[in-house]
């Protein structure tokens, strides 16, 4: 007999396994591997901007994958496990290989039955949020996977920079929960810093982050990324000054990585959304 903790991991190990081969298999088969990579970063970050409005404001459902035992950071895990890869690798393959929409209307079936499963299993927990709506939401993110990676193939500007904000950004919520994960930070305001603060700020912090960032870099160019990790430190010890970033000592030695690492990561991004060919 499976335990609860056992059959939640399980369940959500078990759709990473389906979503996560339905990506290896659009990598495999597909040649378009730099425009299929810009698009699932952007499908993952209009996933992610879904769930920071229903899940980190209204707090419209609960996820209980029981992986972590703090149930609020498992509750977002779980987010990032159905936003960053359930969904976006089901978006991408239907769009790389131009499913139709009666078969992407049952894909989204799909969704709504693994919705009913969760919650039957206890393992999804509703509050004001319906399968209803996941059944009229999952369709919007299929059509709009399509018509990104479209014009991403066109080298749209408009796309280009916005696809290049989208991979920014998605990189630094990762990175930002993973230190979280490792109790190195919280955000917050006043003296005790709660969870619902942190992950209201945590993606504006990021969201500011990528903004700056499209609009510092310029591809190859070390100036740029000068003042891209200057502005990273200033902003950092700002937000710690003010007391909305609560870290200890050892922490920084992490968010200097941190901001090295997005240097990196970001230029890489610029100069792979600048070469659209």
Known sequence: ??????????????????????????????????????????????AYLFEYLVLNIFQAYKYKPKFLKNRKLDNIFGAILSQAIFIPCT?????????????????????VLVELLFLRLKIYK???WSPFFTGLAIPIHFYLSDIWYKHIKRGTPFVK????????????????????????????????????????????YSTIYAIVAVKTLKAGDWVSKGKLLAFSVIFHL???????????????????????LMILLSSFYKRLVDNHE
């Open 1 to 46: 007999m499976f335990t609860n903790k056992k059959r939640n991991r399980w369940a959500f190990g078990l759709l990473c396994t389906i979503h996560g081969t339905l990506l290896l298999i659009t990598f495999i088969k597909k040649k378009d591997r730099k425009h299929l990579f810009i698009s699932l970063l952007s499908n993952i970050s209009f």
């Open 238 to 260: 700002v937000l710690k000054r003010i007391d909305v970033l609560k870290s200890n000592r050892e922490s920084r030695y992490f968010f200097m990585m941190l901001h090295f």
């Open 126 to 128: 509703l509050k004001w």
């Open 161 to 204: 920079a916005v696809s290049l904000f989208n991979m920014i950004m998605v990189s630094s919520v990762n990175l930002l929960f993973l230190l979280v994960v490792l109790r190195k930070f919280r955000f917050g305001i006043g003296k005790v810093h709660t969870w619902y603060e942190h992950f209201i700020i945590a993606p504006l």
């Open 91 to 111: 978006s991408l393959f239907l769009t790389a290989f131009q499913v139709k929409w009666r078969a992407k209307l049952f894909v989204s079936l799909y969704f």
